[in-house]
């Protein structure tokens, strides 16, 4: 008889393409699902997954049971969820993912409230700057600081965010301060290299410029890019919560090229084909209470807003 442990872990594996992620997925040993999965495909008589030297691939079979028992899984848990919900609690397992550097600074300590609010949610956050999969990997929801452009999913705002140009003091006092959008070529440019370009985008008026900058750093963690400009290593574009403490204290100093750097959203986003569930619904609502609006990163160090 199938056992609804083994077509969990065969879901697990179909959809992270890995029984090592499959594993981290479900919380049990690798041993566990490479089991499970072993006993299923003798129970059905038939290979479900074809195991290379580098990945998993299903095999047709494995690809027509798939598509007949991911939904299986989802509804079990959905249900159970439900059932929760009905009694006025919320538990079970929750699976997000976020930002490295928001994750670090603001995400983690906004989830603890939420926690304790639902002790029964087991929750599980995995920080990842990367493209995130909300569907394939099998996510209940994503955090995201930028938009996402999948048909597949809901894309629900939670906060604005808004970008500045910032330097050290000492970097300023010995090269100068721009004072223009024209000025920013002469410097060296701090430069996140997960935004695929190194240009910088600012309002000004109607337009939207674009600045080719001179990287003189190019790094994928924002918490790494606050360093180095109050490290002296040149002007940075960073979003204000990354920002706001060092701006603050006078670590950073801001930057004014008459132009307002072009703004994000921070978004929440889950999957589409799936039953919104309370506990994503309670999650959504808490982290905006958490984040407020404007941001509470904001309240730290109060900006100049540049009309356009």
């Given amino acids: 008889m199938i056992k609804l442990d083994e077509i969990s872990a065969f879901v697990a594996v179909a959809e992270a393409e890995s029984i090592s992620a499959a594993a981290r997925r479900l919380k049990v040993a690798k041993s566990v699902v490479s089991e499970r999965l072993a006993e299923l495909e003798l129970t059905l008589g038939a290979r479900l997954v074809q195991r290379t030297t580098r990945r998993l691939s299903l095999t047709a079979d494995g690809q027509t049971f798939y598509e007949r028992t991911r939904n299986i899984v989802r509804d079990v848990s959905d249900a159970a969820a439900e059932v929760s919900e009905r009694h006025g609690a919320l538990s079970g397992p929750l699976r997000i993912a976020g930002p490295v550097s928001f994750g670090s600074l603001h995400l983690g300590p906004a989830l603890y409230p939420f926690l304790k609010e639902h002790p029964g949610i087991e929750l599980t956050l995995d920080l990842d700057d990367g493209f995130v999969d909300v569907v394939a990997e099998g996510y209940d929801a994503v955090i995201r600081h930028a938009a996402v452009l999948d048909a597949r999913v809901v894309v ?6 808004r970008r500045v140009l910032v330097a050290a003091p000492e970097y300023l006092a010995l090269h100068g301060r ?4 024209a000025d920013l070529e002469q410097h060296r440019a701090i430069v996140y290299t997960n935004r695929g370009s190194a240009d910088w985008k ?22 790494i890019m606050r360093d180095a ?19 603050a204290s006078g670590d950073l100093s801001l930057v004014d090229v008459a132009a307002e750097p072009e703004g994000a959203v921070i978004y929440i986003a889950y999957p589409k084909e799936r039953r919104v569930s309370a506990k994503v619904r309670a999650l959504t609502e808490s982290l905006r ?11 730290k160090f109060p900006l100049p807003i540049r009309h356009r």
């Fill in 156 to 161: 629900k705002p939670l906060v604005t965010s």
């Fill in 178 to 181: 721009p004072r223009a959008l």
């Fill in 202 to 223: 600012f309002h000004a008026g109607n337009r939207m410029i674009i600045v080719r900058t001179r990287s003189g750093f190019r790094v994928n963690n924002g918490i």
């Fill in 229 to 247: 400009a109050v490290a002296g290593l040149g002007i940075a574009l960073l979003p204000t919560f990354l920002v706001s403490t060092a701006l």
């Fill in 289 to 299: 209470r958490t984040f407020g609006n404007p941001p509470t990163w904001d309240s």
